[in-house]
């Protein structure tokens, strides 16, 4: 009982869903774009300073014998973009867009499936714009089709997003997720119809698929693991003359819920300081750009050193409103800092209000303001809460998720 996996990247959850099936000798093939493994092609080439970012890439060494690589279409996408020649790179029509970047890693896939049963293989893995080809050509063959939706499902994220460009219509143009022609969205449609199982990381993702126009096979909710915990003992003190240090990271988008974030903290400088991290996901909002002059702005920073930011501030405010996970949020709770986030994200899953976080419900500026302005007065809180985040952190490891998934997707299988 064998399975082929396919992504396009190396991402956390990627890595650790194609480890816990290495480990349980499930493992077929892992077919994705660029693999850096200790001594190969493209761990030289990352010595070189401008390329460094490929050590992005860098895979577990249980998982070498098993990766297939089809690097040059990826290649040219990164090319493109570092050349910023936006053609070639353009949504959906670009030569080296991510689409097309996963339609040539699905066909290559699909292509394979056939000689592959002749070594064990019973399933094929993949992710949400990655295995049309695939899972069509699985079909044919008897192989059964594993679908990961790691956002959630894109007419309910439409419904929602769509009361957002009237509730705030200068921050419409934030609201990128409205691009995607007719032919993708039934093609993402398409992928869901042929799933003999779909896999989410959260009770919130799992829900939206209730708007899909059909009937859907079984739904399993994995959540995503937590990082390792910081390493030392992390100093809450805060005197009385210190304000209370607010994060966010993420997408400066509507749909992170940034704009009610910063009217939620309108009047509130002499209390509390807000630092921002993400890119723009617009140049042409205006309000946007006029928030971000009130408060701490850095478009980005590499991986630990937003962990370092995360230990220096007292929590990290996630108020998303259409969310599959929020990785970032674990992250900040493996450093100690408590989150305060929405009921439309992996925040029921993996937090207990009022113990190692806080929940609000998404979209109300007046909850995310109530909150904060509790936190205010009871700064306490947050050292407890910290302390208890670490100790959630340590109980759902990256190799528990790995282990779940892996087990939920034997029995799938055998099923």
Known sequence: MKVIFSN??????????AVGLAKAKLMAKYYTTIAVFEG???DKLSSITKLKEIQRRRFDPILEPYVKTRPWREIGRHIASK???????KHETGFFNVDSVSKELDQRVAKNLEKALDTGVLGVYSYEDMALYSFREAKKHGIKCLYDLPIGYWREAHRLLKIEQSAWPDWASTLTGFN???NKLAK???????????FVASTFTANSLKAYPGKLAPIHIVPYGFPPVIDKPRDYKKDDSRKLRLLFVGGLSQRKGIANLFKA????DEELELTIVGYKASQECKS???????????PTLPHDKVLELMQQNDVLVFPSLFEGFGLVMTEAMSQGTPVITTDRTAGPDIMTHNKDGWLIEAGSTKALREQIEYLIAHPEEIEAAGK??????????WDDYGRKLTEVIENTLSS
Do not use: C, G, P, Y
Not at 388 to 397: G, H, P
């Open 180 to 182: 995607d022609s007719k």
């Open 8 to 17: 396009i990247t190396n991402n956390t959850f990627a890595r650790s869903a």
């Open 40 to 42: 190969n092609f493209w």
């Open 288 to 298: 946007l750009d006029q928030a971000l002059k009130k408060h701490n702005w850095i």
């Open 388 to 397: 208890a985040a670490i100790e959630t952190a340590k109980n759902w490891t």
């Open 83 to 89: 050349a910023k020649i936006s053609s070639l790179t």
């Open 188 to 198: 993402k449609d398409e992928e869901l119809e042929l799933a003999d199982a779909i």
């Open 265 to 268: 903290v309108e009047d509130l």
